[in-house]
Nanobody
Framework: QVQLVESGGGLVQPGGSLRLSCTAS?????TGWHRQAPGKQRELVAGISTDGKPNYSDSVKGRFTISRDNAKNMVFLEMNSLQSEDTGVYYC??????????WGQGTQVTVSS
């Protein structure tokens, strides 16, 4: 089973930036970031294929960038121009060799002045 550890969350003012990191215990394949705002369902923010092709939700296109370092089993989410609507718990999702989804514990991102 893959263990995923997220880091990089915190409190930031509107317009600010944060960089999230997710470290996997073993090799991961397709991966991405989801978020869950208070009272809402978890939603996909950005995904990236094994060969590095990204995809984004419309709400974050142009502001967020997902990337990965396969040698280190890591995936990143660079978040710029943060808005209050971006507040939530951000979860790393990664598929393992058996094509099973694995979730991290989440990291809180709060955008507030």
């Amino acid at each position: 089973q893959v263990q995923l550890v997220e880091s990089g969350g915190g409190l930031v003012q509107p317009g600010g930036s944060l960089r999230l990191s997710c470290t996997a215990s073993v090799t991961i394949f397709s991966t991405g970031w989801h978020r869950q705002a208070p009272g809402k369902q978890r939603e996909l923010v950005a995904g990236i294929s094994t060969d590095g092709k990204p995809n984004y939700s419309d709400s974050v296109k142009g502001r967020f960038t997902i990337s990965r370092d396969n040698a280190k089993n890591m995936v990143f989410l660079e978040m710029n121009s943060l808005q209050s609507e971006d507040t939530g718990v951000y979860y790393c999702l990664a598929y393992d060799r058996a094509r099973k989804p694995n979730w991290g514990q989440g990291t809180q991102v709060t955008v507030s002045s």
